[in-house]
């Protein structure tokens, strides 16, 4: 999800700088190296397309097929996953290419696209208007041009067959993906969540003014990728003191506990989660202190990335760079000047010294 650095704006650089100077102690000539980056070579079956999609849905609905729009980056090690793990399983291969018509996007790139409703964008405007935050993401569209399934980041296997079959049978007619997901469960929601020392605990009102951000986590159980959350993510210290800056509460997403809403409505865990449109668990949904969503994890990431996340949250970083790509490839630059090696696929030698994990705050 995150290329290899670039060069992004002086405001951006002099944020950073202002922001994360002080707790770093660096090694003086002695640029850190980064990795995990991962060039990926995309399928010959994925569609050649002139870029306009109110033609390409069309002759996708033509086919009986629906039109998928997919977001990558060079170097993105999550859009090779999804290239190299879920692209070379037979029954997801054959499956996107019966079903689905899928487009590559370069989130940076300068290529013309006439967009559906007619506006024209380069590759780069679109996934800015998009809010495109992550690669991969993944647009699915009906035949009517609406939006009907978004994959916000990497999800396994398994997770992206449950979302083919959804968009391919036209799920969306019965409910939403939530709605999907949650019939498939079956009894998960009565087996124990992780629980982590910072959570508060219940009653849970959202709507207390604390001056922090707020985290909801929405998981349920029987749940691999929140077991990955908890045991390879929260459990590193560079993260996990992130996590702890926030206000944190746990919700099982097919639970019927109460809750007070940011904005002071009374209504369940379910209720809450599913007018959110959280589609999986874990999904990290991050308010603002004044209760506004501000971003959400919901895919498989990393321990580098995880920690970015929850750092643009709780820096504030948002209110001056709206690109959280942007805002990650200069803390990226920053941290290789202070002599800091980073791996952006590492789970615990994410940032790290002389081979050694370095807590930065």
């Keep these: 999800m995150l290329a290899r650095p670039r060069l992004f704006t002086c405001c951006a650089a002099i944020l950073l700088a202002l922001l994360l100077s002080g707790p770093i102690h660096a090694k003086e000539n002695n640029q850190g190296t980064f990795m995990g980056a991962m060039d990926t070579t995309h399928p010959t079956w994925f569609k050649e397309s002139f870029l306009d999609f109110e033609e390409d849905i069309a002759q996708a609905a033509a086919e009986g097929k629906r039109l998928v729009l997919y ?22 291969t054959q499956t996107m290419r019966e079903d689905f018509d899928l487009v590559a996007i370069n989130m940076w790139g300068d290529r013309e696209i006439v967009q559906v409703g007619g506006r024209e964008f380069s590759e780069k405007t679109l996934a800015g208007a998009l809010k495109v935050q992550y690669t991969p993401t993944l647009l699915f569209f009906d035949e009517t041009r609406k939006v009907i399934l978004r994959l916000n980041g990497y999800y396994p296997p398994d997770d992206f067959r449950k979302a083919l079959a959804y968009a391919g049978n036209q799920g969306e007619k019965r409910g939403t993906f939530a709605d999907y997901l949650a019939n498939q469960a079956g009894s998960s929601a009565d087996t124990a969540l992780h629980t982590e020392e910072f959570f508060e605990a219940p009653p849970y009102d959202l709507s207390l003014q604390s001056g922090r951000a707020l985290a909801v986590y929405f998981e349920q159980g029987q749940c691999r990728e929140c077991d990955t959350l908890h045991q390879q993510l929260l459990s590193q210290p560079i993260v996990r003191t992130q996590a702890k800056k926030m206000r944190a509460v746990q919700l099982d997403i097919l639970s019927d506990t109460l809750l007070i809403t940011p904005d002071g409505r009374k209504l369940s865990a379910r209720a809450f989660a599913h007018e959110l449109n959280v589609q999986f668990a874990p999904t990290v949904v991050f308010f603002n202190a004044k209760g506004v969503e501000v971003m959400r994890l919901d895919g498989a990431f990393r321990t580098f990335h995880t920690q970015g996340i929850m750092r643009y949250i709780n820096d504030r970083a948002y209110e001056h760079e709206p690109s959280f790509q942007r805002y990650l490839g200069a803390y990226v630059e920053h941290l290789q000047e202070q002599g800091f090696d980073v791996d952006i696929w590492s789970y615990d030698q994410s940032v790290s010294r002389n081979g050694q994990p370095v807590l930065i705050d």
């Design 71 to 92: 977001f990558w980056q060079t170097g993105c090690p999550y859009c090779n996953a999804l290239v190299e793990h879920n692209f070379t399983q037979r029954d997801i």
